[in-house]
């Protein structure tokens, strides 16, 4: 059963150290609620996916700031000023055929990254099919009774309600649009500077 803990000092010492030790949390983001762990360990990618009953081995990713993405991923200039411009904020730049990063303007999120030391995993903590849940009582309710669950969940009510974060990648000097989000792009601005 997924334990509850406020998102204070001793609250954020369990979730560290479930996530150090390859366990899965739902943590709160800048967006909605994030079903996460450390992002580069395949026993944690296999376990999200069977808590969210879903097989497309695709994640967001969350990280402390622009030198954490830069320590785990190489980022060409282009990504580097979108980087500098759009973060912290709900940009995720495709940095490999499986994540896609940024770094999050939750305080809380941030934290954890900086604490555990990694990028992590922050899909969003629902159930394949089901809406991204704003509310910490949508996420109890949406894993209740399920056999597969987080280990614990940083509790702060509910989640101001904003989009999705877009998601791009730079490919062969084009930019493209993964997934909408709420930035708009001058998509020139970006190339032969």
Known sequence: ???????NQAGLKQAVKILKAGGVIVFPTDTAY???????????QARILKIKQREDPKFTLVASGLSQVEKFFKLN??????????????????????????????AVACRLCRLVGY???ATSANIAGQPSAYDAKQVIRQFKDKKNQP???????????????MIIEVKKGQLLVLRKGPIKLQFKSYFNK
Not at 1 to 7: D, G, L, R
Not at 34 to 42: K, V
Not at 77 to 88: F, G, H, I, N, V
């Open 1 to 7: 059963m997924m334990k509850v803990v406020k998102a």
């Open 34 to 44: 994030g079903l996460g762990g450390i992002f580069n360990s395949r026993r944690v």
């Open 77 to 106: 200039q282009t990504e580097k000023k979108l980087a500098k411009k759009y973060w912290p904020g709900p940009l995720s730049i495709a940095v490999s055929s499986r994540f896609a990063v940024r770094v999050s303007s939750n």
């Open 119 to 121: 990028p992590l995993i």
């Open 151 to 165: 280990e614990l969940m940083i509790g702060m009510g509910r989640l101001k309600k904003k989009k999705t974060s």
